[in-house]
């Protein structure tokens, strides 16, 4: 059964500073996507990762993929309140299958 | 249309009634997912179309859940006798192709959700 397990659930962090956010996964993936999802809105497409050692840049957040650790990182640069969201990271199989997602990662930007 | 979209945006209904939440796919894409999201449980996958079909129902709760898809197109969840649990936000996401043939990236892009309250 794919598991996805995402930490930190809840993260706080001032405008400016660095983070990291995490996604494991429990078996062999070939597609890893990130969401952002605002409070009452559904869920905003970031990053589709296929292929080990994929990384993808957009504006402050950066992700990447290593399939060997089974591992997924997204990484926030310089924070800014906008980007006070909820992240998701997910991953599916080829072929017909649906979306495995992690618990998802609440972010808070303060000054 | 520009992106999916779902029908009502909220329902409020009473237990034991029986609710159909609409969805209509962006235009050509013959995938079509149903997911739950509730506070505390995340997303959970309910079932996915291709085309018409249905290959995977394993994310149905129980026999009270069903949906349907006619003309490759729209798509309605169906909940009989609902009940509190039932309480969640529904989403419907389509992409180009489930299998990934067209697209390997299978992109899935979301409505905005049905809000459904169980008094």
């Known amino acids: 059964e794919l598991k996805v397990e995402q930490n930190p659930l809840f993260l706080s962090m001032q405008e400016g500073k660095n983070y990291t956010i995490y996604c494991n996964y429990s078996?062999?993936?070939?597609?890893l996507y990130w969401y952002r999802q605002d409070p009452g809105k559904s869920l905003e497409s970031l990053f589709v990762l296929l292929s080990n050692g994929a990384v993808k840049q957009e504006g402050r957040l950066m992700a990447s993929l290593d399939t060997k650790a089974r591992l997924s990182t997204l990484h926030i640069t310089a924070a800014v309140h906008d980007l006070s969201a909820t992240y998701f990271c997910a991953v599916d199989k080829s072929g017909n299958t649906p979306l495995v997602f992690g618990k998802g990662t609440r972010l808070s930007v303060i000054a | 249309g520009a992106g999916v979209s779902q029908s009502p945006s909220n329902k409020v209904t009473e237990k034991g009634k029986d609710v159909e939440l609409r969805c209509d796919p962006i235009s050509g894409h013959t995938a079509l997912y149903w997911y739950r999201q509730s506070l505390g449980q995340g997303l959970e996958f309910l079932i996915y179309f291709q085309g018409n079909s249905a290959p995977d129902k394993s994310g149905l709760p129980s026999d009270r859940f069903s949906a349907e898809r006619t003309g490759g197109s729209v798509s309605t969840l169906t909940i009989q006798r609902t009940q509190q649990e039932d309480s969640a936000v529904y989403l419907c996401?389509?992409?180009?192709?489930?299998?990934?043939?067209?697209?390997?990236?299978?992109?899935?892009?979301f409505g905005p959700g049905t809000r459904l309250t169980v008094l």
């Open positions: 078996t062999t993936s070939d597609r």
């Open positions: 996401a389509s992409s180009l192709d489930g299998a990934g043939v067209l697209s390997p990236y299978n992109e899935q892009f």
